[in-house]
């Protein structure tokens, strides 16, 4: 007999109803809601399904989430199962917590025996008219409906609703007694008794009813420290552990000036945090504010934020009143300044008043007026902030090395994390298929140092929702509106494969070419299914050379290669940055590298082509060519997964510079050699640029055309042909407007006269040989 498979999703959701039941053991609001995800895939049942739903809403009870959305479980789990008894002691529940504060709506007069009768009158008439609204209220709340398996808070509120109810007619019966007894010419004091014995029991009763209900309550306020708070944030365990230690000094700082020991030497509140974007900086710089404020070091936890548009002024004199105005305003404080090292800009003119900025910070930092009274965090990216740091001897001893806090970028791991507390922040749940595609996405995004880290992966949540949003139409389903699906986090940009294959086999010629990346695209394609299927995988280097006179089609290519390898998820990006030695070779030392690795990152997770790449080498003199190859070949080595380089020109001046440096040649491996078209080729090119733009060429014009280009030499290729092209366009322009006036049907014609004259102005151009 086969043995039956248990569903393991409806296995969790009985244990924890069952836990439920005896423990008040609640799971998570994400894991209950995943499970109930998948147990919609395997079962149909309203009753199981209801039992989810309801666990879903005790979950979300459980982390403080909004009364209207544990309402809509609630009553989602009830319209599948009306007898589901957790959902309807849930639902009472969430009734009797609207009640808490039932006894605080009614406020009861003071009545002292010393009153004249008059008072007293009055203040019985108000007494009694509050206990009858108090009576109303408590009828009022045992109307709402619970069930024979209620819990036992539930039984106990309904317990003391019906003994205040009671002990307030009470009251009530007494007050009147007591009001009638002031009218009268006989007063006593037992009425007066019983009415304060019966508002000590209606108090009494209070206690205990908000006692019961504290529970039901629904708390939004944040009691967490600042540590605690970032103790729950994910990553930053470096972070974490010198935060920690450095609360731990702060309070036995602070103990030892209660104790009355002195410290020549005060801490220094001043505070460095360096990293990429999106690695936690703003929010760091905010629980340190925190921190100084719950330790008594500054007298608020607030954060003023700047940054160099609110410091710098346009003319003299502006600047140093801006700054001195954010520290007027952060006294008490933290001045925050983001991008710090914003402020010094190289080479910056007499115009620029960044440095007076530093000079007037520091100034004020170290001044008797403001000095100690307001701390300063310094934030921005590493390498520029130690340059930074070096601008005024005064602003690097004010951030003492013990203050600097380097925060590292998020792991793939951590970032998928983020990304379900950022979808669970607004109410949303993404399925194991979206969390996938979250994840390829990162790694998609993760290129260079910009990099938003946490920044972009509430970008692409924030884009899920949106696209969700739009997707979804008006259907109602609380799963739809709780579930982001793959559909959503997938990016529409990548193009379709088959489209850039087409591509390349629409290109004129260069068909030993087109074999060749064909070869590399399959190569690559088997060696990603190898490592799919956990087999070792044969590296291939894609730097290459492409040598070839003008014309002939080597950008196109380079073009269509990165495309490819952008599909097949060889490069992130896949664009194609073209580049001359003009934008790598600057013209004094020192600025050949910075102008180098700059056009580099530009092309990170794509093609960087350095087109006539020869010309960065020329023997002796004091060429900055060689500054530029030697940092090329620096930049290949740490990026050599992030990047292919593509080098082009003239096949011999090439060899000469792969020659020039050893590292230059070891690191490319492919040769592609692109012939010069012929002569039928170049005419295909032709009427291809043509029929882009809707011309068709007259056969006589093809043949005359065809019997030139057999008869004379092409220097330009193809890029000569699209020349040639455009202006034969341009001369039939005028031959048709001058002889056919306002007739169009010669309007798309080139005619033979049209392609010799544009072969006339091409000679007399010098373009043919």
């Not at 108090?134 to 317990?159: F, G, M, T, V, W």
């Not at 894609?542 to 097949?568: D, E, Q, R």
Request: charged share 25%.
């Amino acid at each position: 007999m086969m043995k039956q498979t248990i569903d393991p999703n409806l296995e969790w959701i009985h244990h924890h109803v069952l836990a439920w039941t005896e423990e008040r053991n609640i799971p998570s609001a994400m894991d209950a809601l995943e499970k109930v995800y998948h147990l919609t895939k395997s079962t149909e049942a309203n009753d199981i399904l209801s039992l989810g739903y309801a666990l879903v809403a005790l979950a979300l009870r459980a982390e403080q989430k909004h009364p209207t959305l544990i309402q809509t479980w609630i009553q989602e789990a009830l319209r599948l199962d009306p007898t589901n008894s957790m959902a309807l002691d849930l639902s009472a529940q969430l009734e009797w917590a609207k009640k808490r504060n039932l006894f605080a709506r009614v406020s009861f007069p003071l009545i002292r025996e010393t009153d004249n009768r008059t008072a007293k009158r009055k203040a019985a008439h108000q007494l009694i008219e509050e206990s009858k609204k108090l009576y109303i209220e408590l009828k009022d709340a045992l109307e709402i409906h619970d069930d024979q398996h209620s819990s036992l808070p539930l039984e106990n509120l309904r317990q003391i609703a019906e003994e205040a109810i009671q002990t307030v007619d009470e009251l009530i019966n007494a007050s009147e007694k007591y009001e009638q007894s002031l009218t009268g010419t006989f007063y006593t004091s037992v009425h007066y008794e019983e009415m304060i014995e019966k508002v000590k029991e209606v108090e009494r009763l209070q206690a205990m009813w908000e006692s019961q209900l504290e529970s039901f309550a629904d708390q939004t306020l944040n009691d967490r420290s600042a540590l605690q708070e970032l103790e729950s944030m994910i990553g930053l365990h470096d972070v974490k552990t010198r935060m920690n230690q450095y609360y731990q000094f702060l309070k036995y700082q602070k103990q030892r000036k209660k104790w009355g020991f002195q410290s020549k030497d005060v801490m220094s509140l001043n505070m460095i945090l360096t990293g990429n974007p999106g690695t936690g900086k703003t929010t760091i710089a905010r629980l340190l504010a925190r921190i100084y404020h719950e330790l008594g070091l500054l007298p608020r936890n607030e954060v003023l934020e700047v940054n160099r548009s609110h410091l710098i002024g346009a003319f003299m004199g502006q600047t140093e009143e801006n700054v001195k105005h954010y520290v007027e305003k952060a006294l008490g404080g933290v001045l925050f300044i983001d991008e710090a090292y914003s402020l010094k800009r190289d080479g910056q003119s007499g115009q620029d008043f960044g440095q007076t900025a530093i000079d007037t910070l520091v100034s004020l930092m170290t001044s008797k007026e403001y000095g100690g009274k307001f701390a300063v965090i310094l934030a921005g990216y590493p390498e520029e902030m130690r340059n930074f740091l070096d601008s005024n001897p005064g602003l690097r001893s004010r951030f003492p090395s013990s203050n600097h806090f380097h925060l590292s970028d998020y792991s793939n791991e951590e970032l998928l994390e983020i990304a379900k507390l950022i979808a669970f922040e607004n109410d949303y749940i993404l399925t194991e298929k979206a969390l996938l595609e979250v994840s390829a996405r990162i790694e998609k995004e993760r290129i260079d140092d910009t990099f938003g880290n946490a920044r972009t992966v509430r970008d692409i949540i924030l884009n899920a929702i949106f696209k969700k949003g739009v997707q979804t139409g008006n259907t109602y389903d609380v799963l739809q509106y709780s579930f982001i699906e793959r559909e959503h986090v997938s990016c529409d940009a990548m193009e379709d494969e088959n489209t850039v294959t087409d591509e390349l086999d629409q290109l004129i010629g260069l068909n030993s070419i087109k074999d060749e990346v064909t070869a590399i695209m399959a190569f690559l394609e088997a060696q990603q299914k190898r490592r799919d299927l956990g087999l070792p995988s044969v590296p291939l280097q894609l730097h290459s050379v492409f040598s070839g006179n003008p014309g002939t089609g080597k950008t196109t290519v380079a073009s269509i290669f990165s495309k490819l390898l952008k599909n097949i998820g060889i490069l992130k990006r896949g664009h194609l940055v073209v580049v001359s030695r003009a934008d790598l070779v600057a013209e004094y030392v020192g600025q050949t590298a910075t102008k180098t690795k700059k056009k580099i990152r530009e092309a990170l997770g794509g093609v960087l082509f350095i087109d006539e790449a020869y010309s960065l080498f020329k023997e002796g003199g004091q060429d900055f060519g060689k500054e530029a190859i030697e940092t090329l070949v620096d930049e290949m080595t740490k990026h050599h997964e992030n990047l292919v380089v593509i080098m082009a020109g003239y096949p011999l001046e090439m060899e000469e510079l792969l020659n020039s440096n050893p590292g230059l040649r070891s690191r490319f491996k492919k040769f592609f050699a692109f012939p010069d078209y012929t002569p039928e080729e170049l005419v295909q090119i032709g009427e291809k640029f043509c029929k882009k733009y809707a011309y068709t060429i007259l056969p006589d014009a093809r043949e005359w055309l065809l019997e030139r280009l057999n008869e004379q030499v092409i220097p330009g290729n193809g890029r000569f042909m699209d020349n040639l092209m455009s202006e034969a366009i341009q001369g039939q322009a005028l031959r048709v407007i001058k002889e056919i006036g306002s007739d169009t049907d010669h309007l798309s014609i080139i005619s033979k006269e049209d392609i010799e004259n544009a072969f006339v102005k091409a000679r007399n151009g010098d373009s043919i040989l």
